[in-house]
């Protein structure tokens, strides 16, 4: 009888953790954590996440010494849209011979929704634009951390991905 009143406690265990997630496997909504997805070549974008994916990309032509601009768009995916009540916020990593020109309250490399950097351009679908200026020619790498959320009818998904857009400077 012991064996029967273990294997019904272990049952009930289980069936309290499946529904303490939401129906993609991932808890309901409740902080932020990092997404272990493929990134690159591996997925075929710049990064992506369950219910997601962001591309990044280097704005028309950057000259030495202007102000240049990349834009990182999210794509939400399947029956999941933009979190129109979330801070979206890209903060990106110190570049040696670039100077960010992000005016958020968080300094010159943040950008954010607060600061009018990130617009939503669809139901599925928003950028962030982050401008940036480099006094060195040649190829550079914009990286960063990208926080942003998408939500599906039953849940919100928290994520933090790291980014990594590749950018000219002539």
Known sequence: M???????????????????????????????????????AECGHTACGSNFFVDGAQVGDCPAGANCTAKLT?????????????????KADDVAGVTFRGTDHG?????????????????????????????????????????LSVCSAQNCQLEQQTVTVPVAVR
């Open 107 to 147: 300094g010159p490399n943040v950008f954010s929704k607060d600061a009018d950097d990130w617009h939503k351009t669809g139901a599925q679908s928003g950028v962030m634009t982050v401008t940036f200026q480099s006094t060195d020619k040649g190829s550079k790498s914009i990286s960063g951390n990208f926080k």
């Open 74 to 90: 999210l794509v939400a995916t399947g029956d999941f849209h933009i979190n129109d009540q979330y801070p979206y916020k890209f």
């Open 2 to 40: 012991r064996s029967a009143g273990a294997a019904v406690g272990v049952l009930l265990a289980l069936g309290l953790l499946v529904t303490g997630c939401g129906k993609d496997g991932h808890a309901s909504g409740h902080g932020d954590r990092a997404v272990t997805a493929p990134q690159g």
